[in-house]
């Protein structure tokens, strides 16, 4: 699954799932909706902010991955603030409704490419099942099925590693 992306810029996800607030900052900084101003410290000092976290915190009490984590030194590459979806979208809502509306169609990308990943693997177990069918209708059918096997495999193989990202918690 590609990584979510908003004015070529690349947001990164921490090990629980969450989204990096500052490459969201870049990203409307580069897209010329953000400004200084809409630093994702801003954004959390926000008494509305803080009810959201407190309403996703209950909400994911049962998980334990807190809605924000925010992590300073140590590695560049892994510094951030890193939030939930829902707060992704209020971030972006905050910075104005263009800037939301980019947001909202990234994640609907992302989303769409990976249903067509699971409508090719169900259209790929049709192939191999009426490959089956066909093999046990004679020896002939049965060796073209042999043939057939490899490529199944292959392109089994090559889609669930395409869909196996998508199965991490968002």
Same mark, same amino acid.
């Given at each position: !699954?590609?990584?979510? *992306?908003?004015?070529?810029?690349?947001?990164?996800?921490?090990?629980?799932? @969450?989204?990096?607030?500052?490459? &969201?900052?870049?990203?409307? !900084?580069?897209?010329? *909706?953000a400004t200084k101003h809409?630093?994702?410290?801003?954004?959390?000092? @926000?008494?509305?902010?803080?009810? &959201?976290?407190?309403?996703?915190?209950?909400?994911?009490?049962?998980?334990?991955?807190?809605p924000v984590a925010i992590i300073k030194g140590?590695?560049?590459a892994v510094q951030g603030t890193f939030v939930s979806r829902p707060l992704v979208y209020a971030y972006a809502m905050?910075?104005?409704?263009?800037?939301?509306?980019?947001?909202i169609e990234a994640f609907d990308t992302i989303q769409t490419a990976s249903l067509g990943l699971w409508q090719q693997m169900q259209a790929l177990i049709a192939r191999e099942v009426e490959s089956k069918?066909?093999?046990?209708?004679?020896?002939?059918?049965?060796?073209?099925?042999?043939?057939?096997?490899?490529?199944?495999?292959?392109?089994r193989l090559s889609l669930e590693s395409q869909i196996q990202?998508?199965?991490l918690p968002h």
């Open positions: !699954m590609k990584p979510l *992306t908003i004015s070529s810029t690349a947001i990164r996800q921490d090990t629980e799932g @969450r989204y990096c607030l500052n490459d &969201l900052h870049r990203a409307g !900084m580069a897209r010329g *909706t809409h630093r994702p410290g801003e954004f959390l000092r @926000r008494k509305e902010t803080q009810e &959201l976290i407190a309403a996703a915190a209950k909400r994911c009490a049962d998980s334990r991955i807190d140590g590695d560049a905050w910075i104005n409704a263009d800037f939301h509306l980019d947001v069918v066909r093999a046990s209708f004679g020896s002939h059918l049965m060796l073209e099925r042999k043939r057939e096997i490899p490529s199944f495999r292959h392109e990202p998508t199965l």
